[in-house]
DNA sequence: TGTATTTTATTTGTCGACAAGAATTTTACG
DNA sequence: CGTAAAATTCTTGTCGACAAATAAAATACA
């Protein structure tokens, strides 16, 4: 470890808190802190260069978020993926799938199209090059774009919230179903979501959504059920 | 002020988070601290007889559920009630009633039939004695229990915030509207979606939500008008 | 007297330390 | 050799203190 050993703290002030939310997070979501991994202050603190009061207040936000799970006077472990209540979850994600996109239909301005436009563009560009990690944060922040052009903080409050816990599942189970040499189905999705949005055409946005959300929901279902049939050997 | 003076800490270790978040948020939807007050974390440390450093992870959690907002190196102050999305949180409130009730009709169990009976009850109660701080609460807890028996926790959380907010909305504007001696309508509305839930019939359960949720937008939105009227006398 | 600048004061963000509670290991005893 | 009790280690929850950042007050100056 190359850190600089007799450096004063060369941070600014009350960054401490939020460099070490973000990076905790995304690693969550990555799975590089798998489910039931254990969260160790102490290690955290060392590993950040910085106190345990920062670190705790990180894990009070991400307790908040349900990203992590605080067991009193004993360690804070890394939220598991509630499997049980996975059908609540897809119906949460298919209900704000279609809510904020109607939304987006009704409320969007210029700029949210560009905006929207732009996050595509990433997209796109995630899918040409085959990178499946980017291809789904991508894919999360083209849909919180449309969302935010529905202009409704509690949905899109919700929505970032469920899209994040698909990061984990998708993570968790994906493998590689579509060639990346052709065209990819949410491509064309996304750009018919995009014109329906423009035209502020609802009941249209209302079933584009639906379908996109399906297939998503259908796509989970299959990779789970694939490795389940693997798992169980009876 | 008849404390204990030389008392060494007469609480449970761990139990100082939950003590100064449960009272801050309960004072913070009672408008006991109104919207855009300051929260000092010193007075609170003093009140609460506690360090700064509990006090200071129960603002964390109520900033994640926005109840404070926190201005960096600068006070925190109670959240502003966002008036100019009020239609956004009238949308997700009503969407909240419906999806909520109708997966209560489907997933219910009798406990949660008993649980839903018993909420009703102490609201119908609090309505008799014409107490309407409790009225507004135990309406809160009759939707909420609803909302258990669906089993989404997705649904449930936004909507115990959404019903939070309408609690200090509600509290800000209300007027006594109704005699309370008459049968107040909500008590026959409530009976008539526990009865839909009882048979399971998704689409009345759906109907009666919407128009639930529909009464209670239009007499916020009447109040609100009222106090406009008053307001502003150009 | 009004405005700009320095000084003071207040409040936050962070730190290191200590004590309580739980988990683990060690010891005692059958 | 196995089980129960005691001691130890380890992690968390809380505390008091210090320094940075901002707000307020005081001072200088035109």
Redesign the interface.
């Known amino acids: 470890m190359v850190d600089t050993p007799s450096a004063p703290p060369e941070r600014k002030?009350?960054s401490g808190v939020r460099l070490a939310y973000e990076v905790l997070r995304d690693e969550i979501l990555d799975l590089t802190l798998p489910p039931g991994s254990p969260v160790d202050e102490v290690a955290l603190a060392e590993r950040f260069a910085m106190s345990r009061?920062p670190i705790?207040?990180a894990l009070?936000?991400l307790e908040?978020?349900g990203l992590v799970t605080t067991l009193?006077?004993r360690s804070t472990v890394v939220a598991n993926i509630?499997f049980p209540?996975l059908n609540?979850?897809f119906?949460?994600l298919t209900?704000m799938y279609r809510?904020t996109t109607r939304?987006a239909a009704e409320f969007h301005t210029p700029d949210d199209m560009q905006n929207i436009l732009a996050r595509q563009a990433v997209f796109a560009r995630a899918v040409a090059d085959g990178d499946e990690q980017r291809m789904i944060t991508c894919n999360r922040d083209f849909h919180v774009s449309i969302a935010e052009a529905g202009?409704?903080?509690?949905?899109l409050?919700?929505f970032a919230?469920?899209l994040d816990e698909g990061r984990r599942i998708l993570r968790l189970y994906y493998y590689p179903t579509f060639q990346p040499s052709l065209p990819h189905p949410y491509i064309t999705e996304h750009e018919a979501i995009i014109a329906a949005v423009a035209v502020r055409d609802v009941g249209l946005c209302d079933r584009l959504a639906k379908d996109h959300a399906d297939q998503i929901v259908r796509q989970i279902q299959d990779m789970i059920a694939r490795d389940r049939r693997q798992d169980i050997p009876l």
Chains 1, 2 share one sequence.
């Not at 202009?151 to 949905?155: E, K």
């Open positions: 002030r009350g009061t705790r207040e009070v936000r908040g978020e009193p006077n509630d209540n609540a979850f119906d949460a209900l809510v939304l202009r409704n903080p509690y949905y409050q919700l919230r469920l």
